[in-house]
Antibody, heavy 120, light 109 residues
Framework: EVQLLESGGGLVQPGGSLRLSCEASGFTFSNYPMTWVRQAPGKGLEWVSTISGSGGVTYYGDSVRGRFTVSRDNSRPTLYLQMSSLTAEDTAVYFC?????????????WGQGTLVTVSS | SYVLTQPPSVSVAPGQTAKITCGGNDIGSKSVHWYQQRPGQVPVLVMSYDSDRPSGIPDRFSGSNSGNTATLTISRVEAGDESHYYCHVWDGSTDHHVIFGGGTKLTVL
């Protein structure tokens, strides 16, 4: 059974940094690209970032490009999202998700999410 | 970036059919996926590649995609179908690749 467990969320001041983690189990982690999606309170889903199975290729949404960095450690197996220069607009629940097969395919499995609150 | 447009809300009586649309320029040339998100829960994939139902999704759920509109159809709507529904495509033409629609709240009257 695929399981994804996010952690690392919390309260951070504007301009601060935070690193999220997503521990995976139940599948061969290195074979699959992984994606971060966020959801601001009461709002819809917003794509944040996607990383290839090897970690060699990364993609970012317009609102986070240049501020967030996605990475993975296939030996752990864990997905990361390093967030910096945070603003109130980054306040959201952050989900990690496993794609079906390739980066263009649907998001088959989702973690429970971790809440990031950016506030002074 | 590519834009997907969904109606904010759709209302239907139990037992009736709900149609949730997702509009986008030439969306018929893309593969559309749909997620259901019940209040306080994680999104669940309910339709992939326009009209493929993942394992465990009732056959009351169906999908279509043509021209500028993709549609998720829920037949014989039940109270448990009341959720937000989001469409999703991959757009390789710009740097912002993964596009979600704004979501539609399905209310079962």
């Amino acid at each position: 059974e695929v399981q994804l467990l996010e952690s690392g969320g919390g309260l951070v001041q504007p301009g601060g940094s935070l690193r999220l983690s997503c521990e995976a189990s139940g599948f061969t982690f290195s074979n699959y690209p992984m994606t971060w999606v966020r959801q601001a309170p009461g709002k819809g889903l917003e794509w944040v970032s996607t990383i290839s199975g090897s970690g060699g290729v990364t993609y970012y949404g317009d609102s986070v490009r240049g501020r967030f960095t996605v990475s993975r450690d296939n030996s752990r197996p864990t997905l990361y999202l390093q967030m910096s220069s945070l603003t109130a607009e980054d306040t959201a629940v952050y989900f990690c998700a496993k794609v079906e097969t390739t980066v263009t395919t649907p998001l088959h499995n989702w973690g429970q999410g971790t809440l990031v609150t950016v506030s002074s | 970036s590519y834009v997907l447009t969904q109606p904010p809300s759709v209302s239907v009586a139990p037992g009736q059919t709900a149609k949730i649309t997702c509009g986008g320029n030439d969306i018929g040339s893309k593969s559309v996926h749909w997620y259901q998100q019940r209040p306080g829960q994680v999104p669940v994939l309910v339709m992939s590649y326009d009209s493929d139902r993942p394992s465990g999704i009732p056959d009351r759920f169906s999908g279509s995609n043509s021209g500028n509109t993709a549609t998720l159809t829920i037949s014989r709507v039940e109270a448990g179908d009341e959720s937000h529904y989001y469409c999703h495509v991959w757009d390789g033409s710009t740097d912002h690749h993964v596009i979600f629609g704004g979501g539609t709240k399905l209310t079962v009257l």
